[in-house]
């Protein structure tokens, strides 16, 4: 069971939440189902990636249903420490490690907010890794490498649900090589679902973290489908490549393939989204409203109606490629000489035009966002003044 006291759970943002307005997070702590799968002595760390819009926060859900196993918000912390641990020093160093887990604690309670604009933090607390505040000093102590910290951080909020495993929804603006992961947890394994980038697309650019224009989004998505395969050539016993569409259309055997991978039992209960607190709480605020209800299995080849012939054209021209390795069906395969330099030349100036939009930058500041922390904390602000200024 989670350590909740009446007092404030999140003291260290000085954040009014505490206990009895927190009732509705029983359901979050206590497991509603039990499956066949096996103990072990150290959690499977499982990473469930793909392009943004791709389907994951659903797959996400759908474990949780089926899988005695716990998923928290997406994280996004490992990454972007990884490749900084320097400013840390030596983590054999207690000192050290104390400052980088109040920092990354900052980090996630800023990212989290404002990864969810229409939620406030009563909605997310009890499926976040905020929930850990109070177990800082277990985290501390888990060993003296970022691996040990990151990977007892997720044991712990599995622990706290009574499950034997953890899921991390690694979905990225920004592809980020799976190789920040495999480099500090034991063992990863990778489920990889890919979605027709054509409806990946168009749902990501109605969303309010889309891409500043369709050429980008494209790209985005080539990138993101690329990496994460060869990653899978490199490891292919660790590397499991399913399809959004395989998955609203046949789920019962999506999950089979899963469990075989993970080397788990997956119960017989019937699949009911709300059963899943992280989908009980992604399902409001209008960004995943297809966790409200069953899965919507007609919700595959929108990109027909949705994009313009011109817009079909163009994505080929640019994904055409990664569309024939995923073998996904094109309809403009020849594209002439003439198409091919207007099409270039077009992408081009959607390249350039993004570097006047506002957000294109504030989404990179989120990969600077450990420095932003760590250098405020070394100039005296407190994290209360920090997650203020900053969330």
């Not at 909740?4 to 497991?31: D, M, T, W, Y």
């Not at 749902?203 to 994460?228: C, G, I, Y």
């Not at 350039?352 to 450990?370: E, H």
């Amino acid at each position: 069971m989670l350590n909740l006291s009446p007092k404030l759970i999140n003291v260290q943002a000085g954040l009014s939440l505490n206990v009895e307005e927190k009732s509705r997070f029983i359901p979050f702590i206590k497991k509603e189902y039990t499956t066949s799968m096996k103990p072990a002595d150290k959690m499977l760390p499982l990473f469930l990636v793909g392009s943004p819009r791709s389907g994951t926060t659903l797959l996400s859900a759908i474990l949780e249903v089926k899988f005695n196993l716990a998923v928290p918000m997406e994280t996004h912390f490992v990454p972007y420490y990884s490749r900084l641990l320097w400013l840390w020093g030596n983590l054999a160093i207690r000192k050290n490690r104390e400052r980088l887990v109040e920092e990354i604690f900052i980090f996630l309670d800023i990212w989290t907010a404002r990864n969810n604009p229409a939620r406030s933090i009563n909605d997310y607390w009890g499926v976040s890794l905020l929930s850990l505040m109070e177990q800082k000093e277990e985290i501390i102590s888990a060993g003296e490498t970022f691996g040990a910290i990151a990977s007892k951080m997720f044991d712990l909020f599995a622990h706290n649900r009574g499950c034997d495993y953890w899921a991390d929804n690694s979905s990225f603006y920004d592809v980020e090589p799976l190789e920040n992961w495999d480099e500090h947890f034991a063992n990863i394994h990778v489920v990889h679902l890919v979605r027709d980038g054509r409806d990946a697309t168009i749902s990501w650019l109605k969303s309010w973290f889309a891409p500043t224009n369709f050429s980008d989004t494209t790209m985005r998505w080539v990138e993101h489908v690329t990496e994460k395969k060869q990653w899978g050539v490199n490891n292919p016993d660790r590397y499991l490549e399913i399809y959004y569409e395989d998955l609203i259309d046949d789920p019962q055997s999506v999950i089979a393939k899963i469990g075989s991978f993970i080397n788990a039992t997956p119960n017989k209960v019937p699949i009911d989204l709300q059963k899943s607190p992280y989908g009980r709480v992604l399902g409001v605020g209008g960004t995943h409203d297809l966790l409200k209800g069953d899965i919507k299995r007609g919700n595959k080849g929108k990109w027909a109606k949705g994009m313009s012939v011109e817009e079909q054209k163009f994505f080929e021209y640019m994904a055409g490629n990664t569309l024939d390795l995923l073998s996904y069906p094109r309809l403009y395969k020849d594209c002439s000489m003439f198409f091919g330099w207007y099409y270039t030349v077009k992408r081009q100036i959607c390249w350039f035009k993004r570097l006047f939009i506002k957000n294109f930058y504030l989404r990179k500041a989120k990969s600077i966002l450990p420095i932003i922390i760590f250098v405020a904390r070394r100039l005296g602000f407190s994290p209360q003044l920090i997650i203020k200024l900053l969330r």
